[in-house]
Structures are given as C-alpha cells and as structure tokens.
C-alpha cells in the first residue's frame, strides 16, 4: 500500500509554503505544523513563535542534546597541582603557593583569587 501524497501548507493568502531544510542535518522542517492537545485537537495560535521560543529540528536534536547533556565526573587536581599552575602563571613564591592551594582544598577558582588577592596586598606595600 502507497503512502498519501503530503498536501502542501499553504499561508493565509493561500499560497504554498516553501520547504525549509535544517542547516544541519539536511532534514525537511514543517514550520505550519501546529501542537495537538492528548484529544488531537488543534492548540489555537501553536505554531507562531513567541519570544524565548527555541527552535530544535527534530531530525538532528536528538543526538545533538543527547551527546551535550552527558555528565562526566571531574575529580578535584591535587594542592600540588594547583600549587605548581599558581608558580607557573604569577610570580608567586612556591610555599606561598601550597598554602593557596592547600587552603582551596581542589578548587581551582578559590585559589587563582587568593592568589590574585596575594599579589595585590604585594603590590601595595
């Protein structure tokens, strides 16, 4: 058995609407295609974007938010780590260095403002 022939969309000047392929993947969007309720039951005014609106072609999304929204377990670097990129990008002396990272207990962030912080007091005297 054939499938239907796809009537075209027309707009409210009853002329048909262009096809509109996903920059992506290639894939055939319906822009005029409007939400149905659980009755199948057309939702009034559906298919007219609204600000905020995020428009996702439903061929490729999947696979793209599907890989991005993975989660991966980042362990926190060792104070010795964080010690030597302290030493490494500022000119900060190395014990001074340990007592920033040991004090940030792994996180990186903590330690490059406790280190600016250093530096800053350094300056002014």
Not at 29 to 51: C, F, H, Q, W
Request: with cysteine; proline share 6%; charged share 25%.
């Amino acid at each position: 058995m054939s499938e239907p022939i796809p009537q075209k969309k027309l707009d409210a000047s009853g002329k048909a609407l262009p096809d509109i392929r996903c920059p992506v993947c290639d894939g055939k969007l319906d822009a005029a295609t409007a939400a149905v309720n659980s009755k199948g039951e057309r939702i009034p005014n559906s298919n007219r974007p609204k600000p905020g609106d995020l428009t996702v072609c439903f061929y490729c999304a999947s696979e793209r938010f599907e890989t991005r929204l993975q989660q991966f377990r980042v362990g926190s670097p060792a104070a010795a780590e964080i010690a030597a990129f302290l030493v490494s990008h500022w000119r900060i002396r190395k014990a001074r260095a340990m007592e920033i990272a040991g004090g940030a207990n792994g996180n990186v962030r903590a330690a490059c403002l406790d280190a600016q912080s250093v530096l800053d007091v350094e300056r002014i005297r």
